[in-house]
Nanobody, 119 residues
């Protein structure tokens, strides 16, 4: 089993910044990719950004140029630096991890952290 612990959400004014962190822990696993999804009230969960073990990253069009995903492989931790935040970025942000355990791949989710951007 892999556990994901998120931190860094909160309330910020439009134009401000926040940094989310997500640490993965467990035994006998290797991370293939980590990422962030978000879900706003009444909307479907959507991909925000993802980074692979080879450091290839991809972003939703709505956050390109404002958000940066990064990782520290030694700590099994990923980060999402969010700049120039907008009210429409308000959502619960979920950490995601695709991990290889033995010969199988599994998807894991964090508990979610609230990000609220005031106008």
């Amino acid at each position: 089993q892999v556990q994901l612990v998120e931190s860094g959400g909160g309330l910020v004014q439009a134009g401000g910044s926040l940094r989310l962190s997500c640490a993965a822990s467990g035994s006998d696993f290797s991370i293939k990719a980590m990422g962030w999804y978000r879900q706003a009230p009444g909307k479907q969960r959507e991909l925000v950004a993802i980074i692979t073990s080879g450091d290839s990253s991809n972003y939703a069009d709505s956050v390109k140029g404002r958000f940066t995903i990064s990782r520290d492989s030694a700590k099994n931790t990923q980060y999402l630096q969010m700049n120039s935040l907008k009210p429409e970025d308000t959502a619960v942000y979920y950490c995601y991890c695709n991990a290889l355990r033995h010969i199988y791949t599994f998807q894991y989710w964090g508990q979610g952290t609230q990000v609220t951007v005031s106008a």
